[in-house]
T-cell receptor, first 114, second 119 residues
């Protein structure tokens, strides 16, 4: 069966420090991968998605970047964190080329920038 | 652009009663998929139910059912026999198929409805 791992679960970082959140998927190959952010416990905003190794699409301009160095690994990064980067970050995956499956989510990372 | 609207920021229900959560969406697509996700205090996103737009029959999953009105672009969730474990934030979400398009499975979410279940 497929599983998704996301870490760390909680992170407190000072303004101006770098960020690296990691997500890996097991039990499937060539998944579509996504990073979402949930601010103030409300709706989810799509930040990045990837349909293959090295292929990254950004949905909104921001202080963050994403990379996919391996088929089932997705990394969210920042060189210098801002206070506004605080939030709950969720990694998700879907099967590629299959239209009617849902997205499966990791357990999320709560990021607090101080 | 597709949008999803959940007009009820908060709802409450007595245990064993029935509650309906509302969701409307805006799209020009004819083929798409709709989902309800549950986010309990653990913040793990859990799929509750999904509906394919080409299916006229409303989806059901045990105590959860939807009222899908395609013409009205409405997709409400009914929870019957509410249980304490149903307390969570519920999100309505929309996506268009991967095949033949550029959606790549991206989901558009509503703002969520916080459901409180009273014993």
């Amino acid at each position: 069966s497929q599983t998704i791992h996301q870490w760390p679960a909680t992170l407190v970082q000072p303004v101006g420090s770098p960020l690296s959140l990691e997500c890996t998927v097991e039990g499937t190959s060539n998944p579509n991968l996504y990073w979402y952010r949930q601010a103030a416990g409300r709706g989810l905003q799509l930040l990045f998605y990837s349909v293959g190794i090295g292929q990254i699409s950004s949905e909104v301009p921001q202080n963050l970047s994403a990379s996919r160095p391996q088929d089932r690994q997705f990394i969210l990064s920042s060189k210098k964190l801002l206070l506004s980067d605080s939030g709950f970050y969720l990694c998700a995956w879907t099967l590629n080329l299959t239209s009617n499956t849902e997205a499966f989510f990791g357990q999320g990372t709560r990021l607090t920038v101080v | 652009a597709q949008t999803v609207t959940q007009s009820q920021p908060e709802m409450s229900v007595q245990e064993a009663e029935t509650v309906t959560l509302s969701c409307t969406y805006d799209t020009s697509e004819s083929d798409y998929y709709l989902f309800w996700y549950k986010q309990p205090p653990s913040r793990q996103m859990i799929l509750v139910i999904r509906q394919e737009a080409y299916k006229q029959q409303n989806a059901t999953e045990n105590r959860f059912s939807v009222n899908f009105q395609k013409a009205a672009k409405s997709f409400s969730l009914k929870i019957s026999d509410s249980q304490l474990g149903d307390a969570a934030m519920y999100f309505c979400a929309y996506r268009i198929p991967n095949a033949g398009g550029t959606s790549y499975g991206k989901l558009t979410f509503g703002q969520g409805t916080i459901l409180t279940v009273h014993p």
